[in-house]
């Protein structure tokens, strides 16, 4: 059975650092695409990040590039996301999914940006 | 102001057919395969239709996807009560270099 766990969430002053975590298991995690989506309280799913299978490309949306960087341990299966100057737009539940479809899904770890 | 245009709700009996649009450009739906997901209220998004047309094992035949040039439509026959739930577009956005999603679209089986 495919399993996606994030940790790592939690309340963080503005300005702040926080890296989350995606354990993965049940299927060949270092041939898989993996993603990062978030998700505002009450509002739709916006993409992340993702990360190619070997580590070597990397893309970001456009309000986290510069201040996010994804990556990945396939020796240990997991999935980081490292968030620098949080601001309090970044609160949101954040997902991680697999694959090209997004094909699975974790159940998310809630970052809220406040002070 | 989401990449691809869902409208926010849509509404229907239990029994009946509902239909779900998503439109966007060709850097996006034009050129590359659609997906849908469903989020029931509380829980993560499931991958309903992918690529296109596809239903991943699980999911129920009363669901279906199609596309034609830049847009997009899921279907749901034999509504149920337990299908209210969020239903979101998604692709891969050639021009961005990033995944996009449609705002989201709200069923009510009233």
């Known amino acids: 059975e495919v399993q996606l766990v994030e940790s790592g969430g939690g309340l963080v002053q503005p300005g702040g650092s926080l890296r989350l975590s995606c354990a993965a298991s049940?299927?060949?995690?270092?041939?898989?695409?993996m993603h990062w989506v978030r998700q505002a309280p009450g509002e739709g799913l916006a993409w992340v990040s993702r990360?190619?299978?070997?580590?070597?490309?990397?893309n970001y949306a456009d309000s986290v590039r510069g201040r996010v960087t994804i990556s990945r341990d396939n020796a240990k299966n997991t999935l980081y996301l490292q968030m620098n100057s949080l601001r309090a737009e970044d609160t949101a539940v954040y997902f991680c999914s697999r694959d090209r479809d997004l094909s699975a899904w974790g159940q998310g770890t809630l970052v809220t940006v406040s002070s | 102001q989401s990449v691809l245009t869902q409208p926010p709700s849509v509404s229907a009996a239990p029994g009946q057919k509902v239909t779900i649009s998503c439109s966007g450009r060709g850097s996006n739906i034009g050129n590359n395969y659609l997906h849908w997901y469903q989020q029931l209220p509380g829980a993560a998004p499931k991958l309903l239709i992918f690529d296109n047309d596809k239903r991943p094992s699980g999911i129920p035949d009363r669901f279906s996807g199609s596309k034609s040039g830049t847009s997009g439509t899921l279907g749901i026959t034999g509504l149920q009560t337990g299908d209210e739930a969020d239903y979101y577009c998604?692709?891969?956005?050639?021009?961005?270099?990033?995944?996009?999603f449609g705002g989201g679209t709200k069923l009510t089986v009233l």
């Open positions: 990360i190619k299978d070997d580590g070597s490309v990397t």
């Open positions: 049940g299927f060949p995690f270092r041939t898989n695409w």
């Open positions: 998604g692709t891969w956005d050639s021009s961005l270099s990033s995944v996009v």
